[in-house]
């Protein structure tokens, strides 16, 4: 029996997040989003996709998916929200955007790298949510379902992403229960769990030490220097700079340097309109949402224009950004990231910018071991066990991949995951009573097909298999392995 199309599932999406008091056009819009980025390789995705839609075109479906890539590895904006609230809708909600990636493998003719994205997105969404299980001392104990993709530690759930379209939407406690406080040394501990990033979790740690000593001694009533919070994060992709970010927030709320904690992740096309003068409010809007938390914004150069002349436009979102920083500098704190040199550049262009960012934070790339362990990692997550014969293959294609500036890092180990999960999917398409173990287990040939680039055109490698319409495949069954 099949499961709901896309646009129920959507629907569904959309009406628990309006249950929950969430802005139900977000919602819809953020789950056809993440649609999109699961499906974006399955020729003729996008015209069934814009079928779902109504009214929409190829290009909203491709800029659906690059809009969406961020909730293949991390929780949706709207699930953020309900988790940072402790509101008990969030599991449901995380569900139904698992139903959501799973209708997506019906967009266009489906293949095998669909299910793989599937599966990786939606144990994401799954893994954010604290759910309630009985604990020998405490029958109403907090556990956390399994680790979030990628590179995120084995325990606890970090303070939950979200974005201006649902930010401002809070919860009374009488109508929800609080969301669990950390310490300090909880989160610490987080960090400290994560793979590789040792030079990173040395730097947060000094910061730490001496933002802590700074309160103290504002406290006692001693003179203390006004030690800027804001930071500057340079790296390739996929380094783990956006799930320290959501880290440094929640250390920075457990230190009384911010009131929530929460981290509003956003890329120039969220901050930037189409008209002068509707970017400043849009920016204001933005920045108005990370209130109380951190501001994460992603490849921050390209607001200056970098490769471009004139851009009144991204000129005026950083004049807002200084604005807002100035305004609302005891409670906000803003990461911007992307690569070393354009940072650079992008920092030293701006007088109030360079005043302000003083702290530069380097994420190196990851190595082969440490990419392994995220593998693994990953794959846990998603209720795959890795072999060491599969372990070993993906080494070797590791061997053979290029380093350069684009090199996806973490990003590389979650694609070659999704390729290996869809080509599972493809060796046991005649196994009519598959085992457990044969279920769960992802062999050495499963990661024989290279790792597709983020975002790559056309879709599938040339070699992998295409369903037909002979051979329907996923529109009518469930996906084997999701949790």
Not at 257 to 275: C, F, K, T
Request: hydrophobic fraction near 40%; include cysteine.
């Amino acid at each position: 029996m099949s499961g709901p199309s896309l646009s129920e599932a959507v629907d569904a999406a959309a009406a628990l997040a309006s249950h929950a008091g969430l802005d139900a056009d977000s919602a819809r819009s953020e789950a056809l989003s993440l649609a999109a980025a699961v499906a974006e390789s399955a020729p003729g995705a996008a015209s069934d996709w814009a079928r779902a839609v109504g009214q929409a075109t190829t290009q909203d479906f491709f800029d659906a998916a690059s809009r969406g890539r961020r909730w293949r590895e991390s929780p949706t904006a709207s699930l953020g929200s309900l988790v940072a609230q402790g509101n008990p809708s969030a599991r449901a909600y995380a569900e139904a955007l698992a139903e959501v990636a799973s209708a997506a493998c019906q967009l266009g003719e489906p293949t095998m790298r669909v299910i793989g994205n599937a599966s990786v997105a939606a144990a994401a969404q799954l893994a954010a949510v604290p759910v309630l299980a009985p604990s020998a001392s405490d029958p109403s104990a907090l556990t956390h379902s399994p680790p979030a993709p990628w590179n995120a530690p084995s325990e606890a759930t970090s303070p939950a992403t979200t974005t201006a379209a649902t930010a401002g939407t809070r919860h009374t406690a009488s109508e929800t229960p609080p969301a669990p406080t950390r310490t300090v040394d909880e989160l610490l501990a987080e960090l400290d769990a994560l793979i590789g990033l040792e030079r990173v979790k040395r730097e947060v740690h000094r910061q730490v030490a001496v933002l802590r000593i700074e309160r103290l001694r504002t406290d006692a009533g001693l003179k203390s220097p006004t030690i800027t919070r804001h930071l500057v994060f340079t790296g390739n992709p996929g380094t783990g700079k956006t799930t320290v970010a959501r880290l440094v927030g929640g250390i920075y709320q457990a230190l009384g340097l911010l009131s929530q904690g929460q981290l509003v992740e956003v890329d120039r096309s969220e901050l930037v309109a189409g008209y002068l003068g509707q970017t400043a409010t849009k920016t204001a809007e933005v920045v108005a949402s990370a209130a109380g938390g951190v501001l994460f914004i992603d490849e921050a150069y390209s607001l200056t224009g970098t490769g471009m002349q004139g851009d009144q436009y991204g000129q005026e979102a950083v004049d807002t950004l200084v604005k807002e920083m100035e305004d609302r500098r005891d409670d906000l704190v803003v990461i911007v990231a992307g690569y070393p040199a354009p940072m650079e550049a992008f920092i030293a262009a701006n007088p109030g910018l360079a005043s302000r960012f003083r702290t530069t934070i380097e994420f190196e790339d990851y190595s082969d071991e440490e990419l392994a362990a995220i593998l693994v990692q990953l794959a846990r997550g998603a209720d795959y066990e890795l072999l060491p014969e599969a372990t070993e293959r993906f080494r070797e294609v590791l061997g053979r991949t290029p380093r350069g500036s684009s090199f996806g890092n973490g990003r590389f180990a979650r694609n070659a995951l999704e390729a290996a999960i869809g080509a599972h999917a493809w060796r046991l398409r005649e196994v009519d009573a598959p085992s457990l173990d044969q279920l769960r287990q992802l062999v050495a040939r499963d990661f024989d097909e290279e790792p597709l680039e983020e975002g790559a055109a056309g879709g599938v490698p040339a070699s992998e298999p295409v369903l037909t319409a002979a051979d329907p495949g996923p529109r009518d069954r469930t996906l084997g392995g999701m949790p």
